[in-house]
């Protein structure tokens, strides 16, 4: 159980770093690493707020068994979770099924920060959509369900976006807000209902997946389909640009740091149709909430969107008013013309 509760070592960040991931650790260096090891922290933690909580997990006591069952999920990651299970049995003799399984599902978020649980451990994080790893499926079947291209391109005249497409623009002229997840399948989503915009903001961890599909080799190779993560982070260059002083503005405001991770200059991609796995996600925050109307006064002060048609509200608005003023001091003058008249004839009568 102390393994759940002890804050993670550097040297635990090290061995996870090099298994997970096959990159060194740098204390310092790559700052989005914290952020990283912060999320690590906090699913152990989870698992340590109460002795029912940690039974599911109870065979992992140390975090090389994390990495042993890494090891395992890793080079049978094309084969259905039951021969992974299975495969795990040798080192897990006399635990349940239910318990190996929790352990699987506990590794595959750790290395792939996707909220995979099993039915029987989702009470624990209500609050969060989780993934349920089906017995007879494989983790790349599992990833590859969830993470599927658009079927059809745009036409021309709705593929472009306008530069001020920015996460900081929505939230100033649309209300948007964002909230941060540490599930990558939920990057993207868009709660209209709340206009809630969940952005997935891990760079580090999407470079170091790159690289594993770079260098190659089964073993090693990342299970995300080719083209998703370096498509990530040009949605975070998008909606993110690191040259706009707004956008670095809110991302200190947030504690957000991933634009400190190189390469520092990713282009901004305008054209829906160079996205494959985010482009519907992407068009469905540019129609239904960029190019909808403010909904406040303040928004449509603020809304610079199209300048002419901002410019026209504006003017009829001021002759609207003036409209108004100009009628209420023609009413007054005839009241005080009518008042001034019945002055006039109560003096002459008296």
């Given at each position: 159980m102390s393994f759940f509760r002890a804050p993670v070592s550097r040297q635990v960040k090290c061995d996870i770093s090099r298994s997970l991931?096959?990159?060194?650790?740098?204390p310092g260096q790559d700052p989005d690493w914290e952020s990283y090891y912060a999320y690590f922290d906090r699913e152990l933690r989870h698992l340590a707020m109460g002795v029912a909580s940690c039974q599911p997990y109870i065979i992992l006591q140390s975090h090389h068994?994390?990495?042993?069952?890494?090891?395992?999920?890793?080079?049978?990651k094309h084969k259905p979770k039951h021969e992974v299970r299975r495969l795990l049995r040798g080192n897990y003799a006399q635990a349940e099924d239910g318990l190996i399984e929790s352990a699987i599902d506990l590794t595959a978020r750790l290395w792939l920060m996707v909220n995979v649980r099993s039915q029987t451990s989702q009470h624990r994080m209500p609050q969060k959509l989780s993934v349920a790893w089906e017995d007879s499926a494989?983790?790349?079947?599992?990833?590859?369900?969830?993470?599927?291209?658009?079927?059809?391109?745009?036409?021309?005249?709705?593929?472009?976006?306008?530069?001020?497409?920015?996460?900081?623009?929505?939230?100033?002229?649309?209300?948007?807000?964002?909230?941060?997840?540490d599930s990558l399948e939920d990057h993207l989503r868009l709660d209209l209902r709340a206009k809630e915009?969940?952005?997935?903001?891990?760079?580090?961890?999407?470079?170091?997946?790159?690289?594993?599909?770079?260098?190659?080799?089964?073993?090693?190779?990342?299970?995300?389909p080719k083209g998703l993560l370096q498509e990530t982070i040009s949605t975070l260059n998008l909606l993110?640009?690191?040259?706009?002083?707004?956008?670095?503005?809110?991302?200190?405001?947030?504690?957000?740091t991933f634009h400190a991770i190189p390469p520092f200059a990713g282009p901004r991609r305008l054209n829906l149709n160079e996205f494959d796995y985010?482009?519907?996600?992407?068009?469905?925050?540019?129609?239904?909430?960029?190019?909808?109307?403010?909904?406040?006064w303040r928004q449509l002060w603020a809304d610079r969107r199209n300048p002419?048609?901002?410019?026209?509200?504006?003017?009829?608005?001021?002759?609207?008013?003036?409209?108004?003023?100009?009628?209420?001091?023609?009413?007054?003058?005839?009241?005080?013309?009518m008042k001034s008249l019945s002055l006039q004839l109560t003096s002459d009568a008296s």
């Open positions: 991931f096959n990159a060194e650790y740098r068994d994390i990495i042993h069952v890494h090891k395992i999920i890793q080079s049978n494989s983790l790349a079947d599992l990833v590859g369900s969830l993470f599927q291209p658009s079927r059809q391109p745009l036409d021309p005249g709705r593929s472009r976006l306008v530069p001020l497409f920015t996460a900081w623009s929505m939230s100033q002229l649309c209300g948007l807000q964002i909230r941060w997840t915009l969940w952005i997935f903001p891990y760079k580090v961890f999407l470079l170091k997946h790159m690289e594993m599909q770079e260098e190659g080799g089964e073993n090693k190779c990342s299970v995300f993110f640009p690191h040259w706009d002083p707004n956008t670095q503005n809110f991302l200190s405001t947030q504690n957000q985010w482009r519907d996600h992407l068009t469905e925050l540019y129609e239904r909430v960029y190019l909808a109307p403010a909904d406040s002419h048609q901002w410019w026209t509200f504006w003017i009829a608005v001021v002759v609207l008013v003036l409209s108004v003023i100009s009628c209420a001091a023609s009413v007054i003058q005839a009241w005080a013309s």
